[in-house]
């Protein structure tokens, strides 16, 4: 986070074609070429900007879709002074200085990490990342986003993705479905938490016929078993064929099911609704839009479903005339999700299990408008199980730069739809 101010006075500063800007709020030792090097490298390639990794904390590559404002640059940059005073500072950022000279620099200059441990630093932020990815939903830190947001939105208008509030009808589905919706809970090895999960789906009230479609990933604890163990009709439990399914492949294998409803909702195998009232909440607002997506609140809790910090999570950046586009910039829409099969089955799911979700979110945001609850519907456990709980760097990285891809392919793919429409939408 640097105010425009600190970014001018930067550039100001140097007496070179390259001015190096580093964050006072930790400490840096230098390698002993780490200012040449960054140099050679930013006047040999022409690039804008360049950054590295440092000892004992590898980084990414930029590229096209790595807009979230949160991408680790680490504390030392080389920009080229010239190309920074030809992209400009337009407004005076109180935190996005250097995330705005970043984008500016971007679309016509690359930006390259230099994958040489240049220098040593201390850390600013020491806590987990399972306690750092929510920090875009905190309330405490509203203003900022808003004002990353601002940013990060010009960029998407001058690159020609910027995609205005108007939105494709949902066209009725002829196919006929078994019931109306079915839960969807892809699970493998949470013998902890999976009848807790089936007993919140299963525990629904609606006016309408539902099921559940357990996807089982080949379980090697007790999780088949509990399974197996529940004698209820509205039960589908799926063990694949395939033994190379990650969490998007086994929603696949839910979605295009003969079983599947009308309409399909998430639960995470060791999440429960809030109310049996959820289900319900979940298809109305389906049904009212109509919307192909429908995305809810969570509360978060322990294990023991006591509510812990950040407390609810219901995304309120979110808007019908902005959300789409600032979904580009943030790394999560939300929970729990639900979908129009007809719709979702377009799409699909990735094959992976991290970053599914997002990838057809982005994807259906594109075309379609996504509705919004913003009451608390759903209890989202974090305790050590969690895929995201505390994750080492090179785990991080590579979930990072996966949603980076993402956001590459759906801006290549929003750049293309704006072109077809001639720029109008």
Not at 211 to 234: E, F, K, Y
Request: hydrophobic share 35%; net charge neutral; proline share 5%.
């Amino acid at each position: 986070m640097f105010s425009s101010d600190f970014v001018r006075e930067s550039l100001l500063k140097s007496s070179d074609e390259v001015a190096f800007i580093i964050d006072p709020r930790v400490s840096v030792e230098p390698g002993p070429r780490m200012f040449d090097r960054m140099k050679q490298v930013l006047t040999e390639t022409g690039a804008g900007m360049v950054y590295s990794d440092s000892v004992d904390h590898p980084r990414i590559e930029h590229q096209f879709g790595s807009i979230r404002d949160g991408f680790d640059l680490g504390p030392v940059v080389g920009v080229s002074v010239a190309a920074a005073r030809a992209a400009g500072l337009r407004t005076s950022y109180r935190w996005g200085g250097l995330y705005d000279l970043r984008l500016r620099l971007s679309e016509s200059l690359p930006v390259v990490r230099i994958p040489e441990p240049l220098y040593a630093s201390s850390t600013i932020d020491t806590r987990s990342t399972g306690q750092k990815q929510f920090d875009y939903v905190d309330p405490r830190n509203r203003d900022y986003q808003i004002e990353m947001e601002s940013i990060a939105t010009s960029h998407l208008k001058r690159i020609g993705v910027y995609l205005e509030p108007t939105f494709s009808k949902i066209n009725a589905s002829s196919h006929k479905f078994p019931v109306e919706a079915s839960v969807v809970i892809p699970v493998r090895n949470r013998e902890k938490t999976i009848q807790d999960a089936v007993k919140s789906a299963l525990g629904q009230k609606t006016d309408f016929k539902f099921n559940v479609i357990v996807v089982d990933n080949h379980s090697t604890d007790h999780t088949t078993d509990i399974l197996r163990g529940i004698n209820d009709p509205r039960l589908i439990h799926i063990i694949p064929e395939r033994m190379d399914l990650g969490i998007g492949g086994c929603w696949n294998e839910a979605i295009f099911s003969a079983q599947c409803g009308a309409f399909t909702v998430q639960l995470d195998s060791d999440d429960l609704y809030e109310t049996d009232a959820t289900l319900a909440r979940m298809v109305e607002q389906l049904r009212g839009g109509p919307y192909p997506m429908v995305i809810g609140s969570y509360t978060m809790v322990d294990f023991s479903l006591t509510a812990v910090s950040p407390g609810l999570i219901d995304h309120r950046e979110w808007t019908r005339e902005n959300g789409r586009n600032n979904a580009l910039r943030i790394n999560g829409l939300g929970a729990p999700r639900a979908f129009a099969t007809s719709v979702v089955r377009e799409f699909g799911f990735p094959n992976v299990s991290y970053g599914e979700d997002y990838a057809v979110g982005l994807a259906i945001s594109r075309e379609y408008q996504i509705g919004r609850i913003y009451d608390p519907i759903y209890l989202c456990r974090r305790w050590e199980g969690n895929s995201d709980a505390d994750v080492d760097i090179a785990k991080m990285n590579g979930f990072n730069a996966y949603k980076d891809k993402l956001r590459t392919i759906e801006i290549l793919a929003r750049q293309k739809k704006n072109a077809g429409a001639g720029g109008k939408k």
